[in-house]
């Protein structure tokens, strides 16, 4: 079964500390992963995803076929870091996106 | 110059009520749907049109009925609205599929958050 866990429903740091929200996905064949992200009281944007393996406002995401996860991480958090984070996964020859529950981060001065 | 529009941002209504939740985009996309955040935020997909024709049709109870006059606009009717229906709906739209296994970004409107007292 197609699944994205997000174990982490809240993370909470203080500003400038390193910051690693995972995402583990469950997926027979080759997906496609992305993470996106909603700051308080906008839309739903997409922040990166794997096949572009670009790095979007210093955060970058490796997919880790073996250990199948794609944790999300930023070596200097900032305050406006602050926000839902949802991992997702497509697959199966569908553009359809399955996602992960969200992790909320809280970043503290 | 908004990518894509939810109205209303906002909708409070009873139980037993009919009522609709309209998606326009100005994209050029193919490609729309419709997902449900719920209260725990947690997001699936409920429908996906692709040129006005229904592509993905998850479970979802017959009293949703998704309506494309064109392939700019998805419409959300709800028929019969219960307690449970009470979420955020998430329109959101795309190029659609296309080189596989690649796909394209999905762009997500604002939300409509309804709740049914």
């Known amino acids: 079964a197609q699944r994205v866990t997000q174990p982490e429903k809240l993370l909470s740091v203080f500003k400038g500390a390193p910051v690693e929200l995972k995402c583990n996905y469950s997926?027979?064949?080759?997906?496609?992963l992305f993470w996106y992200v909603q700051y308080s009281r906008q839309r739903l944007q997409l922040l990166l995803r794997?096949?572009s393996r670009e790095s979007i406002k210093g955060f970058t995401a490796d997919l880790n076929k073996g250990e199948t996860s794609f944790h999300l991480k930023k070596p200097f958090a900032q305050e406006e870091d602050s926000a839902m984070y949802y991992c997702?996964?497509?697959?199966?020859?569908?553009?359809?996106?399955?996602f992960g529950t969200g992790t909320r981060l809280q970043v503290f001065p | 110059d908004t990518a894509v529009s939810q109205t209303p941002k906002y909708l409070v209504t009873q139980m037993g009520n009919d009522k609709s939740i309209k998606c326009e985009q100005n994209?050029?996309?193919?490609?729309m749907y419709w997902y449900k955040q719920d209260s725990k935020k947690f997001l699936k997909i409920m429908f996906s049109?692709?040129?006005?024709?229904?592509?993905i049709n998850e479970t979802v109870p017959n009293r949703f009925s998704p309506k494309s006059p064109d392939k700019a606009h998805l419409n959300l009717h709800i028929n019969s609205l219960e307690l449970g229906d009470s979420a955020v709906y998430f329109c959101?739209?795309?190029?659609?599929?296309?080189?596989?296994?690649?796909?394209?970004?999905?762009?997500f409107g604002p939300g409509t958050r309804l709740t049914v007292l």
């Open positions: 959101a739209s795309s190029r659609g599929l296309f080189d596989w296994p690649e796909t394209d970004t999905q762009y």
């Open positions: 997926y027979s064949g080759s997906p496609e």
């Open positions: 794997h096949i």
């Open positions: 997702a996964l497509s697959g199966d020859n569908t553009d359809k996106l399955i």
């Open positions: 994209l050029g996309h193919d490609t």
């Open positions: 049109y692709n040129n006005k024709e229904l592509i």
